[in-house]
C-alpha cells in the first residue's frame, strides 16, 4: 500500500461518449459505494462537460474577468 487515499464523497465521474454511442448508464462502484454522474466539473480552474463545449468555460472566464475589472474601479 503506497498510502494513497480516495474520497468516496469528492470523487465524480463524468462520461464523454462519442456521437453514436447509445449513453447507457453503468454504475461504478468503489468499495461497495456508487460514483456520482456529472455533466460538467471544474477541474484546474477549467470547466469540463460532458459534450465537450467550451460554453461553460467561456462563461466563467468572462465573469471572472468582469469581477477582476469590477475590484479595479473601487
Known amino acids: 500500500m503506497l498510502g494513497l487515499t480516495l474520497s468516496i464523497k469528492k470523487t465524480e465521474v463524468l462520461r464523454q461518449l462519442q456521437p453514436s454511442t447509445s449513453p447507457e448508464v453503468s454504475n461504478i462502484n468503489v468499495g461497495g ?22 460554453d461553460g468555460e467561456i462563461s466563467q472566464r468572462i465573469a471572472k474577468a468582469s469581477a477582476a475589472f469590477g475590484q479595479l474601479r473601487n
Open 33 to 54: 459505494a456508487p460514483l456520482q454522474f456529472v455533466d460538467k466539473f471544474c477541474y484546474l480552474g477549467s470547466i469540463i462537460s460532458s459534450d465537450g463545449s467550451l
